[in-house]
Every structure is written in structure tokens, then in C-alpha cells.
């Protein structure tokens, strides 16, 4: 058992939320009970997450898209309001952690993601305190755009649209979890022959094209499964509490 107010101290210290400029708050969102046991994690607090959360009797969620987002409707109406009944009934607190969650160069979902894909960080870029949010690597061999998107739809279970860049063998590419789409000038700036990000643009698709690097839109959810679940074991070692992950299939 952990205090609910140390389990958040320690992860926004871990994660240096203080570090990040965001479109939502980190850390703490909504407070349940005062203690926690067990932990659910999951990739956004959907009513089917509150629902899994409060089914496995969970203390706590931990979400990588909590809510509050900047520009939203403030109003506690509707989706909005179902949501936050369900979670303030059962008592359970969520913690979410956004951009802070998708750079920490441990537990981050882009170096989760490497993990996943078998690929080592060499380097990062983008956005976002400690050279940025994005990064990079040199492919274990050189492979051909179809050959990756083959690879990273065998290890995320999910076939990527995969946007040829010109017709040679990759050799270095860049990943960055979600919508990233919009750094691939920046992946071509470095040099990279590929770079793999969550969501695809209609203008992503020319960019690829242009700029001559390969383009793999591999899934948002899919990019973004991983974080998470390494902050939420990392807790639960820490603290002896318990900890499941729940994936709720999207296919964005
Ligand atoms: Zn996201």
C-alpha cells in the first residue's frame, strides 16, 4: 500500500513534469482514495477504462491521455460527465502523464516503442527538454520500406500505411509516439531515411514524397501501449502495489 500523495510526488519527480509545456495537466487529476493498492493502467481514460478500473477494484488509473485538455469545453456535461461520475463513485483517482510520459528516456513510450521494434536510441529530436521528444537509431541491418512496415506490424500487431520516400535501403530512422506527424521535416533534416510516428496527415503523404524519407503512420494507440505499462511496473516494484494493464483495442 502506497499513499496516493506519495505515489504522485514520486511520479512527477520521476517523469519532471515541471520540465514540459503542455496542452494538459499532468500528475494527479482527479483525487479518489487516499490509498492506494492496486493500480490500472491504460492508453486513455475512456468510460471503458473507468469501467475495467473499477471492475478489477482498482485505487487508481494511470492514463497516458487523461483530461482537461487546453480549448476544451470546461462544462461537466455529457461524455464528460459520465466519465467523471463513474471514476468519483468508485473512488478511484487518475493520474495522467502526457508529454512528459512520451520522453522519459527510461520508462518513455518512444524508448518503449525501440524496445519494442528492437532498435537501439542513438539520439533524439523534436520538441521537449533533454534534446527533445523524438529519436533515433540505426536499423540493426539496412532494410527496404516494405520490409519495415512488415516489421513493425508483425511487433505492434497492427499493419502500418507505409508512404515510400524513393526507392533504397533505410538505414537510419526516427520514431516519435502519436500525432508526430509534423516532425517528419525534421526526421529529413537530420538525414533520417524513415520515420515512424502514430497518426498520417493528408500533407504527411507529399512531405514523404518530397523530402524523399519513408512515412509509417503505425497507429496512435498502438505508439503509445508502452509507457505506461513500464511506469505503471515501475510503481508497483517500488511501492508493492498491484499493477494490470488494460488495453481497450482502438485501431487510430
Ligand atoms: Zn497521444
Redesign the pocket.
Known amino acids: 500500500m502506497v499513499r496516493l500523495n506519495e505515489l504522485v510526488s514520486w511520479s512527477n519527480n520521476l517523469l519532471q513534469v515541471d520540465e514540459y509545456q503542455d496542452y494538459c495537466p499532468n500528475g494527479l487529476q482527479v483525487e479518489g482514495r487516499a490509498e492506494v493498492r492496486r493500480l490500472i493502467s491504460g492508453v486513455t481514460a475512456s468510460l471503458a477504462l473507468i469501467e475495467a478500473a473499477a471492475a478489477a477494484g482498482a485505487d487508481a488509473l494511470l492514463v ?2 487523461g483530461w482537461f485538455w487546453n480549448g476544451e469545453d470546461a462544462r461537466v456535461v455529457g461524455m464528460k460527465q459520465r466519465r467523471l461520475k463513474r471514476l468519483l463513485e468508485s473512488g478511484i483517482s487518475l493520474l495522467a502523464y ?1 508529454l512528459p510520459l ?1 520522453g522519459h528516456a527510461e520508462l518513455g513510450n518512444n524508448t518503449r516503442l525501440g524496445r519494442v521494434l528492437g532498435f537501439t536510441t542513438e539520439g533524439r529530436f523534436g520538441k521537449g527538454p533533454g534534446g527533445g521528444m523524438a529519436v533515433f537509431a540505426t536499423l540493426p541491418q539496412p532494410m527496404s520500406g516494405t520490409e519495415l512496415a512488415a516489421h513493425i506490424g508483425q511487433r505492434l500487431g497492427r499493419v502500418p500505411l507505409h508512404v515510400s520516400g524513393g526507392d533504397r535501403p533505410l538505414r537510419r530512422v526516427g520514431w516519435c ?3 508526430a506527424q509534423g516532425w517528419i521535416d525534421q526526421a529529413a533534416a537530420l538525414g533520417l531515411d524513415g520515420f515512424i510516428s ?1 497518426e498520417v496527415s493528408e500533407s504527411t503523404v507529399h512531405a514523404a514524397r518530397e523530402l524523399g524519407i519513408d512515412y509509417f503512420a503505425a497507429g ?1 494507440h498502438a505508439t ?1 501501449r508502452y509507457g505506461v505499462q513500464a511506469l505503471g511496473d515501475h510503481l508497483a516494484g517500488k511501492f508493492a502495489i498491484d499493477h494490470q494493464f488494460v488495453e481497450i483495442e482502438n485501431p487510430a
Open positions: 497516458h491521455h502526457h512520451d509516439s502519436g500525432a502514430g496512435h503509445e
